[in-house]
C-alpha cells in the first residue's frame, strides 16, 4: 500500500489478490485519503474495484484496440471510413509511442497535408479519427486545447444535372463497353434517387422484374430501407445486370448484381467496393469534371420536386428522415425560379385587365341615359361614385360597384331625395342640415345625374 500526490489530489497504489490497483482518491486531506485507501482494498476484496489497466503505449496497437472497440457498436460502412484515414496517418506517423504524438506534431501533419494540395475538410476528417483514437487510450484531454481545425470554406453540397449535361454523361457511358456496369448503375441511380452504397448491395433476391420493384436492404442507416418502383428507363439497366449475372453463372439469389472484382476474377457474394477508376474516366469524357455519383441523386429529387411531387412521396422514395434533408437534396433550378415568379406576374397582369375591364363598364354605364333603374331591373351590378378617404390606396380610387356595405367612404345621395330614407343600406341625412345642404346643391346635382331615379324602400 502507498499514497502519494499528484497535483494537489492523493492517490491510492495497492495489490490485492495478485492485482494491481491505482485509484485516484478525489481528495487533498491526508486522513481522508486513508479512510478512502481502506474502503476501496475492503471493495477490492469482494471484486467491486476494476483493476487498473495498462492501455496501449504505440499507436498502431492503439489503432488497432480502437478498430476493434467500435466494430461492436458501428456500421461497417464507419468502419471503412475510419481505416481508410487511418491509412494516411499511419503512413505519417509510424509506429511511434503515444506520447510523440503532440500538438507540434498535429499541426505539422496538417501543413504537410495542405502543401500536398489536400482539402482541409480532408485533413479535418484526418485529424478527428486520430483524436478518437487518442481520446481512446486517455491521451487527448492534454492536447485538445492546442489542436485546431482548418477553416472550411461552405460550398453547396452536392449539384443537379441539367436535361442537356445528363444525356452528355449517358451517351459518353453507352459509348465504351468497359463503362457498361458505371453506364447501368449511373442509369438506376438517376431513375430511383439510389444511393451508390445501395446500389453496389442490390443482390438477384432484392428485384423483381415481373412487379417492377427494387427493394433497398443495406443503406447508409435501417431507416433507408425501402421499396422503389421501377419505370421503363430504370428497368432496362437492371435487367441488363441480371442477364449479366447468368452469363456469369451468378445464379443464386444472394449473389450481388455488382459483384466484386480483381484482376479480371469476380466474386458474387462480395459487393462491389468502388468504381472510381470508371467513373472518372467517364465524367472526363461527358465533359463533367468534378460531378459525383452521388449528384445523380441530387438530380433526381431535384426533378421530382420541380414537378410538383408532394413531399411524403419524395421521402418515400429517397429515404428521408427529415424536411431539412429532402431541402438538402433539393436544388430547385433558377429556370424553375423563375417560371414560377413569371406565373405571378403573368397572374397579377390578368387581375389588373379584368379590374380595368371592370372600371370601363363602370364608367359606361355611368355616362348612359336610364340605365340606373334598368340595372337594378335585371339584377346587375350598380356602378356608384363614392367619395373615398384618404386612407384608401390609389388603386381602390376608381368607380366601385355597390355590393354590400361600401369601403370606408361618404356616399354621396342626390340631394333632392334626402328625405330620411335608406337606400341599399345607406341611411340618407336627416333635414336638419338641408338648409345649409341647399347652397351647394347645383354643383353636386350636377355630377350625380345618372342617380337622380334610384328608388328607395319605404321607411
Known sequence: MSLWKRGRQYWADFTVDGRRYRKRLGTTNL??????????????????VATHAQGPKRLFDAVDAYIEGKRLHCSPRTIEF???????????????????????????????RHEAGKANRTINMDVGVLSRVLKSCGR???????????????????????????????????????????????????NTSMRPVEVKHLRRCDV???????????????????VIPLNASALIPIARMVERADLLGHTEPDHYLWPA???????????????????????AAAGLPRFRFHDLRHTVITELAELGVADHVLESISGHLSRRMLEHYSHIRIDAKRQALDALDAARRGDDARADARDAGAKAGEGSNGEGPKALETGEEIPLRLALSEGLTSQSRHSLALAGSPPSAKLLIPLMRRDGREAEGARLESESGHAHREATKQPVVQSIQAFTQLPCASK
Open 31 to 48: 486522513q481522508v485519503a486513508k479512510q478512502k485507501e481502506r474502503q476501496l482494498i475492503e471493495d477490492a476484496g469482494l471484486g467491486g
Open 140 to 190: 487527448w484531454r492534454a492536447l485538445a486545447d492546442h489542436v485546431r481545425n482548418l477553416p472550411e470554406r461552405q460550398r453547396p453540397v452536392g449539384r443537379a444535372l441539367t436535361p442537356e449535361e445528363r444525356t452528355r454523361l449517358f451517351e459518353a457511358a453507352a459509348a465504351n463497353p468497359e463503362w457498361e456496369h458505371v453506364f447501368c448503375a449511373a442509369v438506376v441511380a438517376a
Open 82 to 112: 475510419e481505416e481508410e484515414r487511418l491509412i494516411t496517418l499511419k503512413r505519417y506517423f509510424g509506429d511511434v509511442p503515444l506520447t510523440a504524438i503532440t500538438a507540434k506534431a498535429i499541426a505539422d501533419y496538417q501543413r504537410q
Open 208 to 226: 423483381d422484374l415481373a412487379k417492377k420493384l427494387v427493394y433497398v436492404r443495406r443503406s447508409k442507416n435501417e431507416t433507408s430501407h425501402r
Open 261 to 283: 472484382c480483381q484482376w479480371g476474377r469476380y466474386d458474387p457474394t462480395q459487393p462491389m467496393v468502388k468504381w472510381d477508376t470508371a467513373w472518372r474516366a467517364l465524367r
